[in-house]
């Protein structure tokens, strides 16, 4: 598995995490979606460089220029709620990628102990075509491993990416076991630890409660 954790080298993401985790700027919900949807971008950015190319020419009003184009096949799917503003950062450079959606949520038993839901998907055939799943936080990586299998009802995908924003120490090892060998993971950082009620510490806190609102049970 190869794993690339985007904070270890000084960029602008570095500003856009430091917003995200700031108790105080979070609580901006149109600046936290902004600020995912910039490190969606980044990503991308990234992530297009281990894309395929080939080399075309174009005609420009005054000659012809070689240039390195990619047409991989794309599907972007996201866990909903919270992986949506990470999405449209991707669609903002994969003009023409297709769109896959699931929901996986946290039904929780007591306090502690929690079962994970996956009940709606839609999504394209899949078959053959780079897969990039978002989601912001890899906790226990339960959710992102449960959406990868319900993904697959729809074709199994020549390439996966994860795209995630922080991932706990704990998910990246689940992962490691649980996705295919060859799959590639994009985080922004990685944090050590989990607390009681699986969040990630120090994190940011809830996701999708900090782009969208609280939700009730
Ligand atoms: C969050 C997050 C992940 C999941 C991570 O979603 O967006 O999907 O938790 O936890 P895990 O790695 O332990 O599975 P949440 O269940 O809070 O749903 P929401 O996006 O609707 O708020
Ligand atoms: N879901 C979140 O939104 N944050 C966490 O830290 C863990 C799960």
Known sequence: MNINVLNKQNSILNNFINEIRDKN????????????????????????KTLAYTTREVQTPLGVAPVNITDEKIVVASILRAGLPLHNGFLSFFDHAENAFVSAYRKYIDVVNFDIHVEYISAPDIMGKTLIICDPMLATGGSMELSYKALLSHGAPAKLHIASIIASQQAIDFLQKSLPADTTIWVAAIDETLNDHAYIVPGIGDAGDLAFGEKID
Do not use: P, Y
């Open 25 to 48: 700027i979070q609580k901006d919900s149109l600046r936290f979606r902004t600020n995912i949807e910039r490190i969606g971008q980044v990503m991308a950015v990234e992530l297009s």
